[in-house]
């Protein structure tokens, strides 16, 4: 049998396999299952979040929740169609604190950070994306490979040590927190810009392509 291409729905579907049995860190006992990144290989764009929510612990999929359902809008707003793009999380099972029957997200430290990187490096092995969007401080710094302040570097694109490029910005979550409205409206629009930038990179791409 001829091995599935590295950039294939084949391959992917194996590393999702591979991941679902992942024991890297202990967040797997607690959590419901993996939950894997999905979109098109090869996909010129890659948005990885920081880690699954409650919806999509249950679900096993990326970004269903409220805070997905922001990122389909700003994505729409910035002339980018989610169905082209790729997106994961840098960590892969959700990390919470139960609080009655609600489960608290929690955010994952750096040795789980870093207990998941390897799988994010295959996603993008195979994905191969002209840039990938890091939403939030634990996705920079699964994609950076450091901690990285959020608004020292948000919205302009880093170039990556291996030739590809990188931009940070927050996570919609974070967006959905913001408790006075006009806040709210502001850093949308400021996460709509970040995007704006991913469009346009991705537009030169095209073409010089």
Avoid at 48 to 53: F, R, Y
Avoid at 134 to 143: F, I, R
Wanted: with cysteine; charged share 25%.
């Amino acid at each position: 049998m001829t091995p599935a291409r590295s950039d294939s729905p084949e391959h992917l579907a194996a590393l999702r396999a591979a991941a679902a049995e992942c024991r890297a860190c202990p967040l797997w006992k607690n959590a419901t299952q993996t939950v894997f990144g999905e979109g098109p290989a090869p996909a010129p764009l890659m948005l990885v979040g920081e880690q699954p929510g409650d919806k999509e612990d249950l679900a096993g999929r990326p970004f269903v929740g409220p805070a997905g359902q922001m990122l389909d809008r700003a994505l729409k707003d910035a002339g980018i169609e989610r169905k082209t793009v790729y997106v994961t999380n840098a960590v892969k099972h959700f990390k919470f604190v139960p609080r009655g029957k609600i489960r608290l997200h929690q955010k994952p430290n750096s040795a789980e950070i870093t207990a998941c990187r390897p799988w994010y490096a295959r996603e993008r092995a195979a994905v191969k994306p002209v840039l990938v969007v890091a939403m939030g401080a634990t996705a920079a710094q699964g994609v950076l490979g450091r901690i990285t302040p959020i608004n020292k570097t948000r919205g302009r694109l880093i170039d990556l040590d291996d030739g590809g490029e990188a931009l940070v910005t927050v996570h919609p979550s974070y967006l959905l927190r913001l408790p006075d409205q006009g806040a709210r409206a502001r850093e949308y629009q400021r996460f709509v810009a970040d995007l704006k930038v991913a469009a346009a990179r991705l537009r030169r791409h095209a073409d010089a392509a």
